[in-house]
């Protein structure tokens, strides 16, 4: 059997770069990144298929890297390049995850972890596998605090809604709204091996095969209109799906998006107003935003 093969970046620098560093790494396509603070200095490692990924294209990454920082006036970061096999990566990065509280209702366990139960709280158990989404980023946070605004305070009759988790990297958030109360939820990611993190998470956290739908795609593949939505995504990607929105929601649906700077949200709101669509509330965590978004009836 073949060994997968992956590149591990290695990022120093500085706690106040970590936003545009986690923005870059993203947008490039690095998955399972893990931050370590180390007091005045910040090390994240995160991890590229080495499969169709040159030498020269990383190289290229660690130049956009000091780019970015020289042009926000900040000391341009370390970075070393080194090469994992699919065991190592699986493991190297692990250690640096541990369990976490967000908001006021979830308690994410790594998957290694033997979960302890936690009064108050819904355990959250996640194995991202080859997919990008521990529940550690700030945009994985926000959603999930917009989400138990949304569902965990609202009267249990009207919880039992559907939902729909657009790039459902690890399925945190379409797990975490069934969590809550959700009736249905239908979970699309252009990668596989999303897919196959999410079918593993639902088990791993005891859900139900039939109220989670888990498909390769996007929101054309979802079969019926939905109640609500997430969408944790680059801005760019989430300004080309605005204009499928509406055959997405029912006409009283509203959605949650991320994924976005600060200073990206004019743009997205920008389009969302010209397809029709109300900016509900705006929540900032660091240099991240989140937007709830309804139709403009």
């Given amino acids: 059997m073949t060994v997968r093969k992956w590149w591990e970046v290695q990022v120093v620098a500085q706690p106040e770069q970590e936003d545009s560093i986690f923005w870059r790494l993203q947008d490039f ?21 080495m499969a169709g990924m040159s030498w020269l294209d990383v190289s290229s990454l660690a130049l956009w890297l000091q780019q970015d920082a020289i042009a ?23 250690q640096f995850w541990h369990p976490q509280e967000v908001g006021d209702m979830f308690m994410v366990y790594p998957a290694w972890y033997d979960p302890l139960p936690v009064p108050g709280r819904l355990v959250l158990r996640l194995d991202p596998g080859s997919a990008f989404g521990t529940g550690s980023h700030p945009t994985t946070q926000l959603c999930l605090e917009a989400l138990e605004m949304r ?31 959700a009736a249905h939820a239908y979970a699309v990611d252009t990668d596989i091996l999303a897919v196959e993190a999410t ?26 209109a939905v109640d609500g939505f997430a969408c944790n995504i680059l801005a760019e990607v989430v300004v080309q799906l605005i204009p499928q929105f509406a055959q997405l929601l029912k006409p009283t649906g509203w959605g949650v998006l991320s994924g976005l700077l600060m200073d990206q949200v004019p743009m997205v709101a920008e389009q969302l107003e010209r397809h029709q669509w109300k900016v509900l509330t705006i929540w900032k965590r660091q240099s991240w935003a989140c937007l709830t978004i309804a139709q403009n009836l």
């Fill in 29 to 49: 396509g690095c998955l399972g990144m893990a931050t370590e603070d180390r007091g005045t200095t910040l090390f994240i490692r995160s991890y590229v298929p």
């Fill in 72 to 94: 926000q006036r900040m000391r341009p970061p370390q970075t070393r390049i080194e090469v994992l096999d699919e065991e190592d990566w699986a493991t190297s990065w692990k």
């Fill in 151 to 181: 569902l965990g305070f609202a009267p249990l009759e009207e919880r039992g809604i559907t939902f729909a988790d657009i790039g459902c990297g690890s399925g945190v958030l379409s797990i975490a709204a069934l969590l809550l109360g």
């Fill in 199 to 224: 079918h593993h998470n639902s088990a791993l956290n005891g859900v139900d095969g039939d109220r989670l739908w888990v498909r390769e795609g996007s929101i054309a593949d979802i079969p019926e």
